[in-house]
């Protein structure tokens, strides 16, 4: 038994989507694309999960987030792609892949066959079991990838009002569900094992504000350690953490974000693989010319620094997608290489931050930081290459990213700490 397409994508995340909308725009005739996924709902903008999908009134749902709402362009819904012609197969988890006889085996049992394929399969949470503690499938302890995951984390924050959460990360997951978590009335303690939070980002500055403005809500910190192990009821349900420092606390649930492994697995040892992902040229083509891989699962060529990167943000999740898409429609000869300008943000509460390019080298802090709004740049081998910006306006963003991006020489560091944004803005 088993179907045949022109064009695949395996996976059906933010990647996917931006995928089937640069198809259409270019051009495919009916029934020539597949989107294969384990998730039983269209693509749809991951990022919404931990932030409107949780919040109490006017909670986000589908079918507002479908891809690509997250750039102001069409909604692309179940009936978008039946009118597209574009096939979804989900709800279906494909277990096999031969790159060679180009065809992928599903869980059904079911061989679908392409001539191009588009790897998206994004990535999975990590799990506590692999840190050595057991029993994180207790009822009442969440993990965070997929709207299956929301939804849970939905009803667990339902029943536990007025109580107690113990979040386990201090980073993008761990922030966001923390202040999810205390806008549903929950009282929020976060442990992680770094000593301040968003430690792969932020510099002890930048998150020094945050932990303080967290503070000002309630929320409770405890770093240098991570949990050793849970207490629980006859149920099952999870009632305390043990931390490896002895502390003990109490707790009604637990939200785990403690970071994430790309979904590389179907194609070990037959793509080559670099930083955890699977390794693609600039045209996100892999070690197969048949075969393109993009979104988190990637690692791909960051022009601007030279070298191969993985990224796990959303930005990079829909330009790859798209800029694959354009190198496998165009002409050969046409066809450019991906110039990605690194481009991660969050929003917490009432916060909200941009960054652009790299966060390596010396960094110099500007503004306001007992206020709203403050920054950073970062400056490498005498060059900018990374700027961060709370509470900035439009064209206050675009002027980091415009500068980012220029990589401009900075002679006088003093001088580009006395005039901060004003640098941004004046290039
Ligand atoms: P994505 O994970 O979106 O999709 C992968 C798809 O592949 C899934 O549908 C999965 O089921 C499917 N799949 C995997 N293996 C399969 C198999 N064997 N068979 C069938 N299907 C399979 N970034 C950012 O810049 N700003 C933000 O605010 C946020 N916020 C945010 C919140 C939350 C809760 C998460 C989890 C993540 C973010 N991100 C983010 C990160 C961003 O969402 C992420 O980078 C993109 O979703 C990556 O897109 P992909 O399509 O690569 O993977
Ligand atoms: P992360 O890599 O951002 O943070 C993982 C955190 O886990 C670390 O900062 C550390 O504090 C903690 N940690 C590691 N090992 C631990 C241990 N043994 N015990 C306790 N804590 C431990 O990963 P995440 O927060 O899980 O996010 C998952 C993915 O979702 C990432 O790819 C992230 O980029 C993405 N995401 C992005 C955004 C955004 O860009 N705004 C928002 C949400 C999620």
Redesign the pocket.
């Known amino acids: 038994m088993g179907r045949a397409f022109v064009y695949v994508i395996l996976g059906g995340g933010v990647a996917a989507g931006y995928a089937a909308f640069e198809f259409s725009k270019r051009g495919i005739s009916h029934g020539e694309l597949c989107i294969i996924s384990e998730e039983t709902f269209a693509p749809y903008e991951r ?1 919404a999960l ?1 932030k409107g999908f949780l919040l109490p009134e006017d909670s986000a749902r589908l079918p507002s987030f479908h891809t690509c709402v997250g750039t102001n362009e069409e909604r692309l819904t179940p009936k978008w792609y039946k009118e597209h012609g574009i096939e979804l197969v989900l709800g279906t988890r494909v277990k096999s892949a031969d790159v060679r006889r180009k065809t992928l085996l599903t869980a059904a049992g079911e061989t679908i066959s392409y001539k191009i394929l588009i790897v998206a399969t994004g ?1 999975r ?1 990590l799990k506590l079991e692999e ?1 050595g503690v057991n029993g994180s499938d207790a009822e009442n302890v969440c993990y965070m990838r997929d709207l299956a995951d929301a939804t849970r984390l939905v009803s667990v924050m339902q029943s536990c009002v007025g109580g107690n959460a113990i979040v ?7 922030m ?1 569900c923390a202040a999810s978590l205390v806008i549903n009335k929950i009282n929020v303690t976060m ?4 000593a301040h939070c968003m ?2 980002l932020f510099t002890p500055k930048i998150a020094g504000y945050y932990e303080d403005f967290y503070k000002s809500k309630g929320v409770k910190f405890i770093k240098g350690t ?2 050793s192990s849970f207490e629980n009821d006859t149920s099952g349900k999870v009632t305390a953490v043990i931390l490896r420092d002895g502390t003990r606390l109490t707790a009604d649930m637990v939200m785990v ?4 492994r790309p979904n590389t697995i179907l194609f070990e040892g037959q793509l080559t693989l670099e930083k955890g992902g699977i390794k693609v040229n600039g045209h996100m083509q892999t070690s197969n010319s048949s075969v393109y891989a993009v979104g ?1 699962v990637a690692a791909f060529p960051v022009k601007l620094f030279g070298e191969i990167r993985r990224l ?2 959303v930005d990079s999740a829909r330009k790859s997608a798209r800029h694959a898409v354009a190198a496998i429609m165009a002409p050969e000869k046409t066809r450019g290489d991906f110039d990605y300008l690194p481009f ?3 929003r917490v509460f009432t916060l909200s931050w941009q960054f652009y390019g790299d966060n390596v080298g010396e960094v110099v802090h500007y503004g306001d930081f007992s206020g709203r709004s403050f920054g950073a740049y970062w400056i490498n081998k005498g060059k900018l290459v990374g700027s961060f910006l709370e509470g900035g306006t439009k064209e206050e963003y675009e002027a980091i990213a415009k500068v980012t991006r220029l990589q401009p020489v900075v002679a006088d560091i003093a001088e580009l700490e006395r005039q901060g944004l004003g640098f941004a803005l004046s290039v």
């Open positions: 990022p931990s990535a949470a840190f386990i990360g201090g980073g993008y997951i761990g966001e442990v992680f094992p770094e430690p792969r991570v949990l974000g403690i970071g994430i988190d796990e943000h991660f943000y969050s």
